[in-house]
């Protein structure tokens, strides 16, 4: 499965901070949990890419 292969799997993601100073990105779908926890600064260079990958894909639907 590719970046652009759409798959009709519902899931639930939830983000924020831990007791132990990380960040976790939690995911949870079809009874599969996968909890991820970053350093901030990891949180943040993701938060980026995120927000890069945003405006690429607002510039093709333009």
Do not use: C, H, K, W
């Not at 970046?3 to 995911?27: F, H, K, L």
């Amino acid at each position: 499965m590719g970046i652009n292969s759409e798959r009709d799997i519902e899931a639930n993601m939830q983000i924020g901070p831990t007791d132990q100073g990380m960040v976790r990105i939690y995911i949870e779908a079809d009874g599969v949990e996968i909890p991820m926890d970053f350093d901030p600064e990891e949180a943040e260079e993701i938060a980026d890419e995120i927000r890069a990958a945003a405006q690429a894909a607002r510039s093709l639907s333009d």
